[in-house]
């Protein structure tokens, strides 16, 4: 699963990064929107659940997949708490 580091991480860069020519402009926070997207992938997953299952997949993966999503979700919510 993929977590993405905190901002400072990508502030406090070491000089050879510049050097590179890669500069840091600003960031976005796309939390809420991510958060939006990952329910509806969620609500589309269980919604398919049936079709999913007809192509073979176990009902434990479509489980998996829908708590995955949750958790993201929420995690998306709450970027901006550690």
């Known amino acids: 699963m993929y ?3 905190p901002l400072t991480v990508f502030l406090d860069l070491p ?3 510049f050097r590179l020519g890669l500069e840091f402009y600003g960031a976005v926070d796309v939390g809420d929107d ?9 609500e589309r997953l269980i ?5 999913i299952e007809k192509l073979g997949y176990p009902r434990r993966f479509i489980r998996m997949y829908e708590f995955y999503f949750a958790y993201c979700e929420v995690r998306a919510r709450n970027m901006h708490t550690r």
């Open 47 to 51: 919604a398919k659940s049936k079709q």
């Open 3 to 5: 977590i993405p580091p």
């Open 34 to 42: 991510y958060a939006i997207t990952l329910r509806l992938w969620r």
């Open 15 to 17: 000089s050879p990064i």
